[in-house]
Nanobody
Framework: QVQLVESGGGLVQAGGSLSLSCAAS????????MGWFRQAPGKEREFVAG????????YYPESVKGRFTISRDNAKNTVYLQMNNLKPEDTAVYYC????????????????????WGQGTQVTVSS
């Protein structure tokens, strides 16, 4: 089992920045890939960033590439999402998620691959 708790959401103007954190407990954090997803009202949950268990590889979809940065601190059991140059279309509930597998060298990008989810944190970007 992995328990995940996100923090850091809020309201920001377009062009601004926010930093999200996700604290993990339970199963060995340093062996599993982590991801960030978001879900806007009426839309499906969307992958926005992922990082391998070592932190050596990351992956972003085109919609956020160059604006979002995922990182992790295995000593603190925490994964981060730095979001810059935010746009109104980034408004959503953001979730962190933990891979269902250990020791994966690839970044999972699908919701079905992730077994554990946080409760979500709201990010609202005003125009």
């Amino acid at each position: 089992q992995v328990q995940l708790v996100e923090s850091g959401g809020g309201l920001v103007q377009a062009g601004g920045s926010l930093s999200l954190s996700c604290a993990a407990s339970g199963r060995t954090f340093s062996t599993i890939a982590m991801g960030w997803f978001r879900q806007a009202p009426g839309k499906e949950r969307e992958f926005v960033a992922g990082i391998t268990y070592t932190g050596g590889s990351t992956y972003y979809p085109e919609s956020v590439k160059g604006r979002f940065t995922i990182s992790r601190d295995n000593a603190k059991n925490t994964v981060y999402l730095q979001m810059n140059n935010l746009k109104p279309e980034d408004t959503a509930v953001y979730y962190c998620a933990a891979d269902s597998r250990s020791w994966s060298f690839a970044v999972p990008t699908t919701t079905t691959r992730y077994a554990y989810w946080g409760q979500g944190t709201q990010v609202t970007v005003s125009s």
